[in-house]
């Protein structure tokens, strides 16, 4: 998403921009004290987060039929009956997911890419994935017990689960709000525009998979829904949020809001 102004290709203006790379449940947590002007979150941290941040209308990370995955070791359980699930954060839109799917269920927090490792040494009976484990971990000895994108389009009648957006704070107001949404878009647009450029670009950034699963997972993630939410992007996000509010699990009195 953000190759084109982090490569220069995308002039950043009157804006000084500093690229902060940190894993989403620590920019989850970050966003609680406004420390960053722009930063991606989890769509379930969003909603606590609505009187500072507002969502920029492009920058969306969704699983149209795929997402993040419950995982086993292939001589482990077949279901979620009883286990404790390790989850990659309280605030991720992952473990929302989880808590929609089974709200009784158990789960212990550990860093995102130590789930893939401590489920295959049997430390944890199964973990959410949210990483590139989603495409290898079959590779590990793993089975998978439930996709939640699949599961979500299922209950949505299609709709993608919403995972991820960008997201601006109010306080720069609607002028430099209005400058620095065109900025990202124009990043995005760059990237998918210049697709093996931007792949080679985010390997740096990766753990351990070829470039061609790299291209593959960035396909997964950066595509036409996040240079634009649509209606149906939009959609899915309040649907989420609705679900979740009927259950429970965030504040009530959410409302979706995208700049401009």
């Known amino acids: ?37 722009i930063t991606a979150v989890s769509i379930h941290a969003y909603a606590h987060l609505t009187e500072r941040y507002v969502l920029l209308p492009h920058g969306a990370s969704m699983g149209d039929r795929y997402g993040p995955i419950v995982v ?40 995102f890419d130590q ?29 998978k017990l439930v996709d939640f994108g699949e599961w979500w389009a299922d209950r949505t009648g299609g709709l993608p689960l919403p995972l991820g957006g960008n997201v601006i704070r109010r306080d720069l107001g609607g002028e430099a709000i209005a400058k620095l949404s065109r900025l990202l878009h124009d990043s995005i647009a760059y990237g998918l525009e210049h697709r093996g450029e931007a792949v080679e670009h985010s390997m740096q950034f990766g753990r351990g998979l070829d470039r061609e699963r790299t291209d593959e997972f960035v396909g997964m993630y950066v595509n036409e829904l996040t240079l634009d939410y649509g209606e149906r992007g939009r959609e899915a996000v309040r649907r989420l949020l609705d679900d979740a509010q009927a259950a429970g699990l965030i504040p009530s009195g959410v409302q979706v809001e995208f700049s401009a």
């Open 1 to 37: 998403m953000f190759y084109g102004l982090a490569a220069g290709h995308v002039p950043s203006e009157e804006f000084e921009l500093e690229h902060v790379l940190a894993d989403i449940e620590s920019l989850n947590r970050a966003a609680f004290g406004g420390t960053y002007e």
């Open 72 to 111: 086993a070791r292939e001589d482990g359980p077949s279901s979620l009956n009883g286990l404790r699930v390790a989850v990659p954060g309280e605030l991720t839109t992952a473990f929302l997911a989880l808590r929609l799917f089974d709200p009784d269920v158990e789960h212990v927090v550990m860093p």
């Open 115 to 143: 789930i893939q490792d401590k489920v295959r040494n049997g430390e944890v009976a199964a973990g959410v994935l949210i990483h590139e484990g989603q495409l290898t971990y079959q590779d590990e000895g793993l089975k």
